[in-house]
């Protein structure tokens, strides 16, 4: 059985938000820092096993663990191994701030991710520290050697890339590739509501960037059917690879094969979708798996084709810590 929607899209791949809290205060994120809600708690563990097992049992192979800050959750690395567990699960990522990676790398993977995406918008300690709210590069860039020692075979480092900001950072971050196989991946910022004026002062589109590549002697590399939104580089004198993620390119949307689900269990057909369909009441018990394979069917194929964000139309997320990025 598998996912598909009415233009012919399959999913593979599940962006699964396990907390909307967050230590961190990115300025095109959280700028205020997290702030509760009034309001239900975030799934148990085993709402979210039930969860993943409806979405894997529909041919999703891949599950990345996102918020929020993920790693805030007391019961983590049991809600990986709980995860990793499933059969059909081949890929269990996580995106994460760093701010645990250098004291739990090796937990983590004993849980069964392997694959990881380490938030790094600048090298630049103090440039860090006014983006994120902390200072805590090094704290991030000694996580990444623990991630490789731990025997992390994939890791990403995700960049938002800001006019202004870190625009100036790009050579420096390509240079993180040369001897290690890590991949950069540059990401476009995108508009949220919150942040309108944010996006207008340091949005830059990411082909800047591919322009430069192809100079350098990058080349495209060819996508995986359940790979992330990414356009890869490669070049051969880098043993790592760059990554471009452009959500406002023309054809970004065609090539999706992602679901969200949020930690408060709805369904969001984007991130830039208008509604989040609540399916929370179908994760009580083990019986209830079957139905909610049924409602993940019928939704999907309401999916539309794509977001209208060139149209300033962000859709309900205010930020995107409340449903992962
Ligand atoms: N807290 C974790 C982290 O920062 O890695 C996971 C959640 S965060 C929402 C996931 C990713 O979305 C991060 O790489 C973050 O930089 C990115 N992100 C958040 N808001 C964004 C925006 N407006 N435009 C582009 N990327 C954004
Ligand atoms: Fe937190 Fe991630 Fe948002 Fe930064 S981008 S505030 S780390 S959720």
Redesign the pocket.
């Known amino acids: 059985m598998t996912l598909s929607d009415g233009f012919g899209r399959t999913f593979r791949y599940l962006r699964l ?1 396990i907390t909307e809290a ?1 230590n ?1 205060r ?1 300025s ?2 959280l700028p205020d820092g997290y702030k509760k809600r009034p309001g239900p708690a975030p799934l148990s563990r085993v709402e979210l096993r039930r969860a993943a097992t409806a979405f894997s049992e529909l041919g999703l192979t891949k599950i990345r663990l ?5 790693t805030l959750r007391k019961d983590f690395e049991q809600i990986a191994a709980d995860i990793s567990a499933l059969q059909q699960v081949r890929t269990l990522a996580l ?4 701010y645990r990676l250098e004291k739990r790398a090796h937990l983590w993977r004993a849980a069964g991710i392997n694959a990881l ?3 790094l ?1 600048s090298l630049d300690r103090e440039r860090f520290r006014q983006i994120t709210g902390h200072d805590r590069r090094d704290e991030v860039l000694r996580g990444i050697d623990a991630a490789f020692e731990a025997g992390f075979e994939t890791i990403k480092i ?3 890339y800001m006019k202004g900001l870190n625009d100036h950072e790009v050579g420096d971050f390509i240079n993180l590739t040369r001897e290690r196989p890590l991949s950069v991946r540059f ?6 509501g919150e ?1 309108a004026a944010f ?1 207008t002062r340091h949005h830059i589109p990411a082909d800047t960037i591919a322009r430069k590549l192809y100079q350098q002697g990058w080349t495209p590399k060819l996508k995986a059917a359940d790979a992330g939104p990414a356009n890869n580089f490669i070049h051969p004198d880098h043993r790592g690879s760059i990554g471009l ?1 452009a ?1 406002y390119s023309k054809d970004f949307c065609q090539s999706c094969n992602r679901l969200r689900f949020s930690s408060f269990g709805n369904l969001h057909l984007c991130l830039f979708g208008n509604f989040g369909l609540p399916l929370r009441r179908y994760l009580q018990h083990d019986e209830q798996i079957g139905d909610l394979k049924q409602q993940l069917i019928k939704a999907v194929r309401r999916k539309t084709a794509g977001h209208q964000l060139a149209q300033h139309q962000t859709g309900m997320t205010g ?3 409340a449903i ?2």
């Open positions: 938000s967050c961190f990115c095109y994120c996102t918020g929020g800050e993920p995106t994460t701030n760093g995406n380490i938030s918008d995700n960049v938002v990401i476009e910022l995108m508009e949220t942040h996006f993620i959500p930020n995107l810590s992962g990025g």
